[in-house]
Nanobody, 115 residues
Framework: EVQLQASGGGLVQAGGSLRLSCAAS????????IGWFRQAPGKEREPVIC????????YYAGSVKGRFTMSTDNAKNTIYLRMSSLKSEDTAVYYC????????WGKGTLVTVSS
């Protein structure tokens, strides 16, 4: 059974940094597209960073390029999202995702950036 659980959210000041973790189980990163999405209040869920398992290409939302990076620890089956130079507009619930035909979502973690 595919499961994902995001953690690490919290309150951070603008300009600060935060690292989110996503504990994954039931699949391997080589076989699935993985990534992070976010949903701000009153807005639709949007992709932040995603890796395509077919060709290894990485998608970055324009608003996070140069500030956010995604990494994985295959031994721990964990996906990370490192966020720096945070802005108030980064405030959102962040979700990790795994997809292979079907999309699996973890329970989100709230990031609040105070200005």
């Amino acid at each position: 059974e595919v499961q994902l659980q995001a953690s690490g959210g919290g309150l951070v000041q603008a300009g600060g940094s935060l690292r989110l973790s996503c504990a994954a189980s039931g699949f391997t990163f080589d076989d699935y597209a993985i990534g992070w999405f976010r949903q701000a209040p009153g807005k639709e869920r949007e992709p932040v960073i995603c890796i395509n398992s077919d060709d290894g290409s990485t998608y970055y939302a324009g608003s996070v390029k140069g500030r956010f990076t995604m990494s994985t620890d295959n031994a721990k089956n964990t996906i990370y999202l490192r966020m720096s130079s945070l802005k108030s507009e980064d405030t959102a619930v962040y979700y990790c995702m795994g997809r292979r035909g079907v999309t699996y979502w973890g329970k989100g973690t709230l990031v609040t950036v105070s200005s």
